[in-house]
């Protein structure tokens, strides 16, 4: 059964910060990764996705993946008071399009 | 975009009562889930169904029946209402295929009493 794992649980920072959200995964073959963002009182919508090792950049946000570690993060350069949100990250193991998503991690960004 | 929508929005139910969600979308997906989302737990998967007619239990199903009768219709199903489904409710759709992203609708605020 996959384990997705994210860290910090919360996070105040500045406005105008570089924000840094984590995410570990359980399943070596999990073949896509992705982060989502849900506003108070919202819907999750995707934000960004990667599929293989590496890294990702659309505009201020940049994804990172290592799939020998497990890990792959979520990059905020120039944090905005618009981007607090929680921030969900999601793995699918190979074979499946279910996603298994991570307990969320709560960013404010303060003007 | 794809468009989900879910009723009711918000839902005051009685203990041990039958409680059916709602969900419809519009673009054609193959795939529609239901999830429920509690502070600390992040969204867990309860049902999920790959086409009309199939129904697929997820990682928390106890408690919950879905019914898909056609492409664009999804239902939960809480046959015997509990306090411990008090949650909030996400449906979404996704195509399938090479494609993994996910369209969640606006949620619906279930609350048992």
């Known amino acids: 059964q996959q384990k997705v794992q994210q860290s910090p649980e919360s996070l105040i920072v500045p406005e105008g910060a570089m924000t840094s959200l984590n995410c570990t995964f359980s399943?070596?073959?999990?073949?896509?990764f992705a982060w989502y963002r849900q506003h108070s009182g919202k819907a999750p919508k995707a934000l960004m996705s990667i599929f293989s090792n590496g890294e990702k950049e659309e505009g201020r946000f940049t994804i990172h993946l290592n799939k020998a570690s497990l890990h792959f993060s979520l990059h905020i350069r120039d944090s905005q008071p618009s981007d607090s949100a929680l921030y969900l990250c999601?793995?699918?193991?190979?074979?499946?399009?279910?996603?298994?998503f991570g307990s969320g991690t709560q960013l404010t960004v303060m003007p | 975009e794809a468009a989900v929508t879910q009723s009711p929005r918000n839902k005051v139910a009685v203990t041990g009562g039958k409680v059916t969600l709602s969900c419809n979308q519009t673009?054609?997906?193959?795939?529609m889930y239901w999830y429920r989302q509690d502070t600390g737990h992040g969204l867990r998967l309860i049902h999920y169904?790959?086409?009309?007619?199939?129904?697929e239990k997820g990682d928390i199903p106890d408690g919950y029946k879905a019914s898909r009768p056609s492409q664009e219709n999804f239902s939960l199903i809480l046959e015997l209402a509990t306090p411990s489904q008090t949650s909030v409710y996400f449906c979404?759709?996704?195509?399938?295929?090479?494609?993994?992203?996910?369209?969640f609708g606006p949620g619906t605020r279930l609350t048992v009493l």
């Open positions: 979404a759709s996704g195509l399938g295929g090479s494609s993994y992203e996910q369209y």
């Open positions: 399943d070596s073959a999990s073949q896509y």
């Open positions: 999601a793995v699918a193991s190979s074979g499946s399009w279910q996603l298994i």
């Open positions: 169904s790959y086409g009309a007619g199939s129904t």
């Open positions: 673009n054609n997906h193959n795939n």
